[in-house]
């Protein structure tokens, strides 16, 4: 009894932790979210969470008319209390309601109490200027306009996608191939080979990059998706290859015995046996490659370039916020556009993902 007590309180624990961890994840995820629809005012006026219902100084219709001679130099006289004028610029509370300059130049105070508001002014115009390069208007909190051209990242979101999905599928091929073999046949040197390939997983990528980009110059691969396609293959199978490995060296040998007995070849075991059996760690092998193609900066900076036709989202989004950095409107929308696919990837592959991380940690 005491036992089945203390799991439930440990059951408990870790639930709420991860409830904790998901609440602290999701919020800021919801805040993106929201202000990618509101108005560039808005946002730099208020908090997003002020679409939702709140407390906040609505006007009442009152006014109070100072004398139109005041000198706005001189400490100001309401309600038996003196002000400065910058004080009544942002509000000052007298007798339990606050007073506001409705008209400075008229000597016009406004009447300010608590009451609920809702107003939330949600817009797709953000979506429309970061997706099309057409100019739009903008307004500023101060009600001026300007004239503005759209980010066109439209393109820049297919371009990632043209390099993200070959990226990832190429290198899971090749390394599934690879882990079959290591964990399978016997062959001279296959443990050898095996370790040098783990010990590519500690040497970083930026040492590469130099010497690759020599090659790729050379070989005229610079600038094109094959060589970013290569690029990505080439970093990306050394970590994607022990994870598959992990996982296939774990399956049952009566099933190979089995398969060999009816006359089965390698390539048949590999398509027939290891691949619908390896989905769960394809799938989450695959969330990670992906992930990582998708928001990678550095590797496609150096092997595709920076031009507007060839950009990719995370370029894209680095250049709105050297350019634009006040432009929060876009900027939220333009993150939020970059999180859909890695999102809608990982809820497909979800069901897989434990399963597949779980491949090979127990024998037998």
Same mark, same amino acid.
């Given at each position: 009894?005491?036992g089945?007590?203390?799991? &439930?309180?440990? @059951?408990?624990? !870790?639930?709420?932790?991860?409830?904790?961890?998901c609440?602290?994840?999701?919020?800021?995820?919801?805040?993106?979210?929201?202000s990618?629809?509101?108005p560039?005012?808005?946002?730099?006026?208020?908090?997003?969470?002020?679409v939702?219902?709140?407390q906040?100084w609505?006007?009442?219709?009152?006014?109070?008319?100072?004398?139109?001679?005041?000198?706005?130099?001189?400490?100001?006289?309401?309600?038996? &209390?003196?002000?400065?004028?910058?004080?009544?610029?942002?509000? !000052?509370m007298v007798?339990?309601?606050?007073l506001?300059?409705?008209?400075?130049?008229?000597?016009t105070?406004?009447?300010?109490?608590q009451?609920?508001?809702?107003?939330?002014a949600?817009?797709?115009?953000?979506?429309k200027?970061?997706?099309?390069?057409?100019?739009?208007?903008?307004?500023?909190?101060?009600g001026?306009?300007?004239?503005?051209?759209?980010?066109?990242?439209s393109?820049?979101?297919?371009?990632?996608?043209?390099?993200?999905v070959?990226?990832?599928v190429?290198?899971?091929?090749?390394?599934?191939?690879? %882990? *079959?073999?290591?964990?399978?046949?016997r062959f001279?040197?296959? &443990?050898?080979?095996f370790?040098?390939?783990?010990?590519?997983?500690v040497?970083?990528?930026?040492?590469?990059?130099?010497?690759?980009? &020599?090659?790729?110059?050379?070989?005229?691969?610079?600038g094109? *998706?094959?060589?970013?396609?290569? %690029?990505?293959?080439?970093?990306g199978?050394?970590?994607?290859?022990?994870?598959?490995?992990?996982?296939?060296?774990?399956?049952?040998?009566?099933?190979?015995?089995?398969?060999? $007995?009816?006359?089965?070849s390698?390539?048949?075991?590999f398509?027939?046996?290891i691949?619908?059996?390896? !989905?769960?760690?394809?799938?989450?092998?695959? $969330?990670f490659?992906?992930?990582?193609?998708?928001?990678?900066?550095l590797?496609?900076?150096?092997? $595709?370039?920076?031009?507007?036709? !060839?950009?990719?989202?995370?370029?894209?989004?680095?250049?709105?916020?050297?350019?634009?950095?006040?432009?929060?409107?876009?900027?939220?929308?333009?993150?939020?556009?970059?999180?859909?696919?890695?999102?809608a990837?990982?809820f497909?592959?979800?069901?897989?993902?434990?399963?597949?991380?779980?491949?090979?940690?127990? @024998?037998?």
């Open positions: 009894m005491a089945r007590k203390k799991r &439930k309180s440990s @059951k408990l624990l !870790v639930n709420l932790v991860l409830g904790f961890i609440l602290i994840w999701l919020v800021p995820t919801l805040g993106l979210f929201i990618s629809f509101r560039a005012a808005d946002i730099l006026s208020t908090g997003w969470w002020k939702f219902p709140h906040s609505v006007k009442s219709g009152e006014t109070v008319q100072l004398s139109k001679d005041l000198d706005l130099r001189e400490p100001i006289e309401v309600g038996g &209390k003196t002000f400065t004028d910058e004080q009544l610029k942002s509000g !000052v007798d339990g309601e606050r506001m300059w409705e008209n400075r130049r008229a000597r105070l406004s009447v300010m109490e009451g609920w508001q809702f107003n939330p949600l817009t797709l115009d953000n979506y200027n970061v997706l099309s390069g057409k100019e739009y208007r903008l307004k500023a909190a101060d001026s306009e300007t004239v503005q051209r759209g980010s066109g990242m393109q820049a979101f297919w371009n990632t996608l043209t390099i993200a070959p990226a990832t190429i290198p899971i091929l090749i390394a599934s191939f690879a %882990a *079959y073999a290591f964990a399978w046949l001279p040197g296959r &443990k050898t080979i370790a040098i390939i783990i010990a590519m997983l040497i970083p990528l930026q040492v590469a990059l130099i010497p690759v980009l &020599k090659d790729y110059t050379a070989l005229g691969l610079n094109s *998706y094959l060589g970013i396609w290569l %690029a990505h293959t080439a970093f199978l050394p970590l994607v290859t022990y994870f598959m490995y992990n996982f296939i060296s774990q399956l049952p040998k009566d099933l190979f015995e089995s398969a060999f $007995i009816d006359g089965a390698h390539f048949t075991i398509s027939r046996l691949l619908p059996l390896s !989905v769960p760690a394809l799938a989450s092998i695959g $969330i490659q992906f992930l990582w193609v998708w928001n990678d900066y590797v496609s900076l150096i092997f $595709i370039g920076n031009q507007p036709d !060839v950009q990719v989202m995370s370029m894209k989004i680095a250049d709105l916020v050297g350019s634009r950095g006040n432009d929060w409107h876009l900027l939220t929308s333009a993150a939020f556009i970059s999180m859909l696919m890695p999102l990837i990982f497909l592959l979800q069901k897989y993902f434990v399963r597949g991380l779980m491949g090979g940690s127990v @024998k037998g």
